[in-house]
T-cell receptor
């Protein structure tokens, strides 16, 4: 079974600085999707960024980018120019490419942004 | 589209009572998922449906939990009888399916916070 590990229960960053959240996963599949979700205090799960494993290029969405290392099974999220609104729980998630639609989540990292 | 709709947003009940959580997925989505979120266990998949048929219920913790999807626009998660350890946030999510338009994202509802006293 696939597993997702987020080794940092909590992280903090100064406003306008850059922070990187770590995620590793375990799978025997060669094709899959990886996601980062943000959960603010409102509880709403918001998709931040996604990566298809067959794409070598790292995904980028504005201030958010990933460092995808397929061989190492690592999928870190970098937030640049951190803003107060980035404070939230961040969850890394895995989904198989075909025949498996369910998401497997890590335990999450709580990000605090200090003014 | 209004997104995934869940009701109620908050539920407080006493141990032993029946609890029913409701979910309306996004129209046209073929898949519906029920997740539970707790501090101890994080986000866990309880059950999911494809075209109203349960596909994987291996995450349902006990016989006290049951889920139904009588039609494409409605699903329920029922706990009977409820216990304090069932206190959690329950999320419903829908998914268009692998044949849909990429990037095949799951869309989450706002969640139901359940407290069992």
């Amino acid at each position: 079974a696939q597993t997702v590990t987020q080794s940092q229960p909590e992280m903090s960053v100064q406003e306008a600085e850059t922070v990187t959240l770590s995620c590793t996963y375990d799978t025997s599949e060669s094709d899959y999707y990886l996601f980062w979700y943000k959960q603010p205090p409102s509880r709403q799960m918001i998709l931040v960024i996604r990566q298809e494993a067959y794409k070598q290029q790292n995904a980028t969405e504005n201030r958010f980018s990933v460092n995808f290392q397929k061989a190492a099974k690592s999928f870190s999220l970098k937030i640049s120019d951190s803003q107060l609104g980035d404070a939230a729980m961040y969850f890394c998630a895995y989904r198989g490419f075909s025949g498996s639609e369910k998401l497997v989540f890590g335990k999450g990292t709580k990000l605090t942004v200090n003014p | 589209d209004a997104g995934v709709i869940q009701s109620p947003r908050h539920e407080v009940t006493e141990m032993g009572q029946e609890v029913t959580l409701r979910c309306k997925p996004i129209s046209g989505h073929d898949y519906l998922f029920w997740y539970r979120q707790t501090m101890m266990r994080g986000l866990e998949l309880l059950i999911y449906f494809n075209n109203n048929v349960p596909i994987d219920d291996s995450g349902m913790p006990e016989d006290r939990f049951s889920a139904k999807m009588p039609n494409a626009s409605f699903s329920t998660l029922k706990i009977q009888p409820s216990e304090p350890r069932d206190s959690a946030v329950y999320f419903c999510a829908s998914f268009p399916g692998l044949a849909g338009v990429a990037p095949h994202e799951q869309y989450f509802g706002p969640g139901t916070r359940l407290t069992v006293t």
